[in-house]
């Protein structure tokens, strides 16, 4: 993205911040784990009042719909270039400042397995459309043989993101003196193994990456590092029956090997079309990656990713699903 539009969305980001729209987490782990300021933004004007995402969440301002649209157009594009299947945008983004030169984001992934019981994102749930508490995943346990009683035992996925990109809103004299890197682990990297990328957070760069299989970590920052999120979501989830959902879930789940074959997940460049180009040339197969196992509670939050660009011919995914979106 160009300098002129970058600093146009960090003007917003930092009018949303005058406003009160960004606070730090709430949660116990929150001080010691991650040193940002977030908000979520509306990204479009749906919603009917009765649905628990709108509660305090501002309208994107119009000086920042340019930054989720780009990353909207990375989703499109890599869509169709690791054939994924039907990705979905959630409605809302995430905006975020680290402004706290003691602390970065410790390292951790944005989808991951958990036991059932702690399957849950707090503050994020709403937001995010991180519900582990989505109706429908007691049936499916019990279609898997598990049984309610055991249900609390068995792991979920923790939320309901499969790709992870990133725009960096930072003013153009960011320096790598100035802290605030992106390092990504490998998948399945065990704790100290080599990191496979690490990426300055200059202002107009977009990271994506696989919510499910890439762990990462923001270093602390000398500075007030800007960046603005989206999570897509996988249309394979929004399956509406349990029959459905455990064979999206057994059709799409991952073993540990094909995983640790994957060993670059993340791609980096100033534009939507290189970040596609990148993320082709990684050995990354979305097909594989994973999905949740329970439905997503508000289909009306969801949205298709955009249109894929001109003359490229999208690959049907083997679990996407048009009627996935028609609730
Ligand atoms: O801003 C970044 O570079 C990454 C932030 C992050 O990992 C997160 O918000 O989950
Ligand atoms: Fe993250």
Redesign the pocket.
């Known amino acids: 993205m160009d300098a002129a539009s970058v600093a146009r969305c960090r003007a917003a980001v930092e009018q949303l911040d005058v406003d009160g729209g960004l606070r730090r987490r709430n949660h116990a782990q929150a001080s010691t784990t991650r040193g940002?300021r977030v908000g979520f933004v509306r990204l479009t004007d749906e919603g009917d009042g009765d649905d628990d995402d709108d509660d305090g969440n501002a309208p994107c301002p119009p000086e920042l719909r340019r930054g989720f649209e780009l990353l909207e157009s990375v989703g499109a594009q890599l869509e169709v270039v690791l054939g994924c299947g039907r990705l979905l945008v959630p409605r809302l983004g995430?905006v975020?400042v680290y402004d706290d030169p003691r602390f970065g984001?410790v390292r951790?992934m944005?989808n991951e397995r958990v036991p059932a019981s702690r399957s849950t994102d707090g503050i994020e749930s709403a937001a995010r459309g991180s519900s582990s508490s989505a109706p429908g995943c007691e049936r499916h346990c019990e279609r898997q043989g598990l049984g309610t009683g055991e249900q609390r035992d068995v792991e979920q996925w923790r939320n309901y993101r499969v790709l992870t990109a990133?725009l960096y809103l930072n003013a153009p004299d960011w320096s790598a003196d100035d802290g605030g890197m992106?390092r990504c682990y490998a998948p399945d990297a065990p704790p100290g193994a080599p990191c496979t990328v690490e990426v300055v957070?200059h202002g107009g760069t977009v990271?994506v990456f696989p919510s499910c299989t890439v762990p990462?970590e923001?270093f602390p920052a000398r500075r007030p590092r800007y960046?603005i999120?989206l999570w897509f979501v996988s249309a394979a989830l929004l399956r509406d029956t349990p029959e459905e959902r455990a064979a999206a879930a057994a059709a799409t789940l991952v073993d540990a090997a094909a995983r640790r074959k994957r060993a670059r997940a993340v791609a980096a460049a100033a534009d939507a079309k290189a970040v596609a180009q990148a993320a082709a040339a990684a050995p990354v197969n979305a097909a594989t990656d994973p999905v949740v196992a329970c439905p997503y509670p508000t289909l009306r939050t969801l949205r298709p990713c955009g249109k894929p660009p001109r003359g490229v011919k999208a690959r049907a995914g083997p679990l996407a699903s048009a009627s996935a979106l028609e609730a």
């Open positions: 940002d995430m975020a984001y951790h944005d990133i992106l957070p990271v990462h923001v960046a999120t």
